[in-house]
């Protein structure tokens, strides 16, 4: 008869038995995901088909009128776009000058020399601290240089209407 001997049971540690276990269920959840995403695959590409088919059904002639009409206003747009890259400086220059309205100050008019750098500017506001408001606000503005207040008057609504010519620094028109 032979002996048998008894080894004592090496214990792994319990950290490489956890570790098996974490690798042993991201393979799964990986060869899952593969298989999900194969069918979505293939689902994906059968609609993409079926959308290719309806829309080679639905083609319809190109009307020339059409295409002519498209192709202008594709020709406005671009000389649009020419005209509004040239002007950025400008565009900016006109945000800042929408920031520095006063709530209860309306400008209705204005006209922007860009050569030598001013602004006629009018506008309507309900009472004389109001368009006190909107001179500290040109004061403190940095983009300002100068601005005077060259004409004011009463309404009939009594409210006050008013002019100012601005003076804009250079920096004013850099992007």
């Known amino acids: 008869m032979t002996n048998l ?6 214990e ?14 991201l393979l799964v959840i990986a060869v899952l995901g593969y298989f999900i995403f194969m069918i ?31 192709l202008k206003y594709e020709n406005k747009i671009n000389n649009f776009k020419i005209l509004l ?27 922007l020399d860009v050569p030598s750098k001013t602004v006629n500017l009018s506008g309507i506001t309900s009472n004389v601290q109001e368009l006190l408001k ?19 008057s009463i309404n009939n609504e009594g409210r006050l209407d008013f002019k100012y010519n601005l003076t804009i620094k250079e920096k004013a028109f850099d992007l």
Not at 5 to 10: A, F, L, R, Y
Not at 12 to 25: E, G, I, Y
Not at 43 to 58: G, M, P, T
Request: glycine fraction near 2%.
């Open 5 to 10: 001997i008894h080894k004592p049971k090496v």
């Open 12 to 25: 792994v540690p319990k950290w490489q038995t956890n570790l098996f276990h974490v690798s042993l269920v």
């Open 40 to 70: 979505f695959e293939k689902s994906s590409n059968s609609q993409r088909d079926k959308a290719s088919e309806e829309l080679v059904a639905l083609e319809v002639e190109e009307d020339p009128q059409l295409v002519e009409e498209v």
């Open 85 to 111: 890259n040239e002007h950025q400086g400008v565009l900016v220059f006109l945000e800042t000058l929408d920031n520095l309205e006063s709530p209860n100050t309306k400008f209705i008019d204005f006209s």
């Open 134 to 152: 909107q001179q500290n606000m040109f004061n403190n503005e940095e983009l300002i240089e100068e601005f005077k207040l060259t004409d004011w």
